[in-house]
C-alpha cells in the first residue's frame, strides 16, 4: 500500500520531461552544469583518465558522486553524474524498485536485449554471471538497464541493477575516456557508451 500511495503521488509530479530534457529530477541531459549542481552531498571524483594510461588525463571530463540523493520522495543511490565540457551528458544510477516503478510508468516498458551469461569466476561452484538488459530511446539520449545476477571477477555474489542515462552523440566523443567504474557491465553486454 505504501508503495501504491508513492508512487500515484510521483504520478502527479514526473521526475522526467521531455520538454525540459531528459534526465532524473533536476539533473537534465545538455541542460545542468556543474556551477548548477548546488547539493552538499555530490563530491567531485578524482580526474578520469585515457583508458589504458595512468596519468594521461581527460581534462573535458568531470565526474561527480552522492552516495544517496532524495527526489520527491525516492532515494536514489550511487548517482553518478558526468559532464563533458561542463555539460551534463550522462546520469548512471542504482535502479531499484521504486524508481523502475516511476521510470516504467513515464516512458513505459523497455526494449530486451540478448541476456548474457558470463563466467568471470574460475572456481568450481561459481554461479555464471547473468546480465539482463533493456532499453529506452528518449529523443537524442537512450536510457540502459541493467541487471546482473551471478558471481562476479572477484569471485563473489553479486546482485545489482544499474540505469544510465546519456547522450550517444557525447558519449562516443569520449569513448576513450575510462568510466568503467561507473557500470562495469556495459562491456560485458556489449554497450559502449
Not at 523497455?110 to 563466467?119: D, E, V, W
Amino acid at each position: 500500500m505504501k508503495y501504491l500511495l508513492l508512487f500515484l503521488f510521483l504520478l502527479s509530479y514526473p521526475l522526467y520531461s521531455q520538454s525540459n530534457g531528459v534526465g532524473l529530477g533536476p539533473f537534465r541531459i545538455g541542460i545542468m552544469t556543474p556551477d548548477s549542481l548546488h547539493q552538499p552531498s555530490f563530491q567531485e571524483q578524482e580526474l578520469v583518465v585515457v583508458k589504458g594510461t595512468l596519468a594521461l588525463p581527460c581534462t573535458n571530463i568531470r565526474v561527480f558522486k552522492a552516495d544517496t540523493v532524495e527526489l520527491q520522495g525516492i532515494t536514489i543511490a550511487a548517482l553518478f553524474l558526468v559532464f563533458h565540457e561542463n555539460r551534463l551528458y550522462r546520469i548512471t544510477c542504482e535502479f531499484d524498485e521504486p524508481l523502475q516503478t516511476v521510470f516504467v510508468a513515464q516512458y513505459g516498458k523497455g526494449q530486451k536485449r540478448p541476456t548474457r551469461r558470463l563466467a568471470l569466476c574460475d572456481q568450481r561452484n561459481a554461479k555464471r554471471l547473468v546480465l539482463e538488459s533493456e532499453s529506452w530511446q528518449l529523443g537524442d539520449c537512450v536510457a540502459l538497464a541493467i541487471r546482473a545476477v551471478g558471481t562476479n571477477a572477484r569471485c563473489e555474489p553479486e546482485q545489482t541493477s544499474r540505469l544510465t542515462i546519456a547522450r550517444p552523440s557525447v558519449a562516443a566523443i569520449t569513448s576513450e575516456c575510462d568510466l568503467e567504474h561507473l557500470d562495469a557491465y556495459f562491456e560485458g553486454i556489449g554497450v559502449k557508451y
